[in-house]
């Protein structure tokens, strides 16, 4: 899904959701930045698989799934973004999850990422 929200005094500011088969670059030229300037993304991409799960049971499809949304959805934004912000410089705020650090049982997919 693609939201261009109204603008703000400072310019406006855009939602992008994401999902499968969504390219970020054809999102972007959806809401006509060319030649415009991003001054802030902030990226939540991550998706857990929704099955509880032993690490032992976890497919190459799981974890493919799993690592293409969080870790490589994340780099994929960042790098579409980047052309529209490097000459006036801008900020990227990353999110991510507390599995990270504190993981969570039958969960080390997502945690991984």
Same mark, same amino acid.
């Given at each position: 899904?693609?939201?261009?929200?109204? =603008?703000? /005094? &400072? $310019?406006?500011?855009?939602?992008? @959701?994401?999902?499968?088969?969504?390219?970020?670059?054809?999102? *972007?030229?959806?809401?006509?930045?060319?030649?415009?300037?991003?001054?802030?993304?902030?990226?939540n991409? =991550?998706? /857990? &698989? $929704?099955?509880?799960?032993?690490? @032992?049971?976890?497919?190459?499809?799981?974890?493919?799934?799993? *690592?293409?949304?969080?870790?490589?959805?994340?780099?994929?934004?960042?790098?579409?973004?980047?052309p529209?912000?490097?000459? &006036? $410089?801008?900020?990227?705020?990353?999110?991510?999850?507390?599995?990270?650090?504190?993981?969570?049982?039958?969960?080390?997919?997502?945690?991984?990422?």
């Amino acid at each position: 899904m693609l939201r261009k929200l109204p =603008a703000d /005094a &400072k $310019g406006g500011t855009a939602h992008l @959701e994401l999902g499968p088969g969504t390219s970020i670059q054809s999102a *972007l030229e959806k809401l006509g930045i060319a030649g415009s300037h991003i001054h802030l993304i902030m990226v939540n991409g =991550a998706q /857990a &698989k $929704g099955k509880i799960m032993s690490i @032992e049971f976890v497919s190459d499809a799981d974890m493919r799934l799993t *690592l293409n949304s969080g870790l490589m959805g994340t780099l994929y934004c960042c790098q579409a973004c980047f052309p529209y912000m490097k000459d &006036k $410089g801008g900020k990227i705020i990353n999110f991510a999850s507390a599995a990270g650090i504190v993981g969570m049982a039958g969960d080390a997919a997502y945690a991984a990422t």
